[in-house]
């Protein structure tokens, strides 16, 4: 059973870089046709997808965020992070990474728990 | 960019059945998938590739794709089955999310 696991700070100030990893446990993060996912839902709101990236470390973006996003992976660790710059309160939202299963369609077969990061002074 | 709607909300009575759907352009022509989430929980896959059941999702959840609009299907809609409900296509690379839909069982 594969797991997903977000860390980092729940709190960032504007005009800062939110940072966030991805810890991937139960299987290898460069096994199978998957692409390793950021999501974030604000609170109240519907789910908005941030970008994905391969573990070759091909990736792909919302182009809505592209100017402000960077996904990076660490096969070593078995970890993929999110960095997103210049943030705002409209950045405010429950941050899930995800594994995006590509091999016929594209949906996500599994999530993290969301962890929730507040842009505020 | 690609867009995909969905209605706000969704009423139904308990033991009838519930339908969703999620419009965009053509896309019939795309794979669509749809998640259920609950409040405070992580979202849950229900169809993928159109039609398929994940397993352990019950025989109750069913799904269509034709023309430009998508449509996921509650047959016998139970309590447990209230939640938010959001279809999901890929485009040109891009994942796209419909607004979401909250379905109502009362």
């Known amino acids: 059973q594969v797991q997903l696991q977000e860390s980092g700070p729940g709190l960032v100030k504007p005009s800062q870089t939110l940072s966030l990893t991805c810890t991937v446990s139960?299987?290898?993060?460069?096994?199978?046709?998957?692409?390793w996912s950021w999501i974030r839902q604000p609170p109240g709101k519907g789910l908005q997808w941030i970008g994905y990236?391969?573990?070759?470390?091909?990736?792909y973006y919302n182009p809505s965020l592209k100017s402000r996003v960077t996904i990076s992976v660490d096969t070593s660790k078995n970890q993929f992070s999110l960095k997103l710059r210049s943030v705002t309160a409209a950045d405010t939202a429950v941050y899930y990474c995800?594994?995006?299963?590509?091999?016929?369609?594209?949906?996500?077969?599994?999530w993290g728990q969301g962890t929730l990061v507040t842009v505020s002074s | 960019s690609y867009e995909l709607t969905q209605p706000p909300s969704v009423s139904v009575s308990p033991g009838q059945t519930a339908s969703i759907s999620c419009s965009g352009d053509?896309?019939?022509?795309?794979?669509t998938c749809w998640y259920q989430q609950k409040p405070g929980q992580s979202p849950v896959l229900v169809i993928y590739?159109?039609?398929k059941r994940p397993s352990g999702i019950p025989e109750r959840f069913s799904g269509s794709n034709s023309g430009n609009t998508a449509t996921l299907t509650i047959s016998g809609t139970q309590a447990m089955d209230e939640a938010d409900y959001y279809c999901?296509?890929?485009?040109?690379?891009?994942?796209?999310f419909g607004g979401g839909t909250k379905l109502t069982v009362l």
């Open positions: 995800a594994r995006v299963d590509s091999s016929s369609s594209h949906f996500v077969d599994y």
């Open positions: 139960g299987g290898s993060i460069t096994s199978g046709n998957y692409y």
């Open positions: 990236i391969y573990y070759s470390g091909s990736t």
């Open positions: 053509k896309l019939g022509d795309k794979y």
């Open positions: 590739q159109d039609s």
């Open positions: 999901q296509a890929w485009d040109s690379s891009t994942e796209v």
